[in-house]
């Protein structure tokens, strides 16, 4: 446990932070806007209630949208066609360069697969549209976050730090996305393991030094977005690496059972160490950071069980 822990000190000390350190303090301008007022209102104050002067509510027409946001959301009402504003609108803040996603809103007992702006937007892919039904707002809430996080991933940081309502959904891709280059790293880095002598030490040393890295950099993010200052971080990882030591244990025990195996047999369960202790020190991690303390062990074996879950699922689905 020691030396796991000094060898992970060591490896932090390595990393270039500055770089994630402004992407998390990046100031975001975002942008609200519509032709509806009531409806543009209604909408943004499911994500903003706060009339924060970082989002902006403007109402069309198209001069409006004067100037860069690095965030736009333009609302379109659920039940008619797109106006010519509208159009005109959408199609300008496409050519910015900056995220843009439409929410097809509606507020009234209409069904949202009727008669929709959609037609007039062709152009627009399906993860930049988000169509709520704002009575229930708390489906709304969640249906805008999952669309806005997934269209604007050079923001996600920031946007997650500065708006606590994304912080869940920017943490849970955070973890699922690096337990997964995790995954891909350790089974592609067993291939040198065929080559005689020195091909099982030089991919050993390089897969440990990158998922070690990797979960770094994951622990790093998400205290980040949670609000820790980014700047301090000997305290950071002081803080952090108690609560989540146990799963770099875990994940050291278990490779080295399976180095025993041979190569041909190892490869797969190695992969599977790579994606499943990754994803439970990112999740011990997201619970601390939630509430404060560490995660009882009932909650630590569900985590590692949810792993477990997903990592078979991805399997599965590379089967097919």
Do not use: C
């Not at 590692?304 to 879950?309: F, K």
């Amino acid at each position: 446990m020691i030396s796991n822990i000094t060898q992970f000190w060591r490896i932090v000390r390595e990393l270039n932070l500055d770089e994630l350190e402004r992407e998390l303090r990046r100031p975001l301008a975002i942008r609200v806007s519509g032709s509806d007022a009531a409806l543009l209102e209604r909408a943004a104050g499911v994500l903003f209630p706060a009339r924060e002067a970082a989002v902006q509510r403007v109402l069309l027409p198209e001069q409006a949208v004067a100037g860069v946001a690095d965030l736009e959301l333009l609302v379109l009402p659920a039940g008619r066609r797109a106006t010519a504003q509208e159009v005109s609108a959408a199609h300008v803040l496409a050519t910015r360069g900056a995220p843009v996603v439409l929410i097809v809103a509606a507020e009234q007992p209409l069904a949202l697969a009727d008669e929709t702006p959609l037609a007039d937007l062709p152009g627009f892919p399906a993860e930049q549209v988000a169509m709520v039904d704002l009575r229930d707002e708390a489906a709304a809430r969640d249906r805008l976050v999952e669309a806005i996080v997934d269209a604007a991933p050079q923001v996600r940081l920031a946007l997650a730090r500065q708006h606590p309502v994304f912080r869940e959904a920017v943490a849970d891709r955070l973890v699922r996305e690096t337990s997964g280059a995790n995954a891909q790293f350790a089974l592609f880095s067993s291939l040198p393991a065929y080559v005689p002598l020195l091909g099982g030490l030089v991919g050993d040393v390089a897969d440990m030094m990158v998922l070690t890295k990797n979960q770094a950099l994951l622990l790093f993010k998400l205290a980040g977005i949670y609000g820790r200052d980014p700047s301090a971080r000997t305290r950071l990882l002081a803080e952090i690496l108690p609560v989540v030591g146990g799963a770099f244990l875990w994940r050291s025990l278990a490779r080295s059972l399976i180095g025993l195996l041979p190569t041909f047999v190892s490869a797969v369960p190695k992969t599977a160490v790579a994606f499943v202790g990754t994803y439970l020190v990112g999740e011990i991690a997201r619970y601390y950071y939630d509430y404060g303390q560490r995660p009882p062990p009932a909650t630590v074996q569900r985590f590692r069980e949810e792993g477990l879950r997903l990592f078979r699922s991805a399997m599965g689905r590379l089967r097919r």
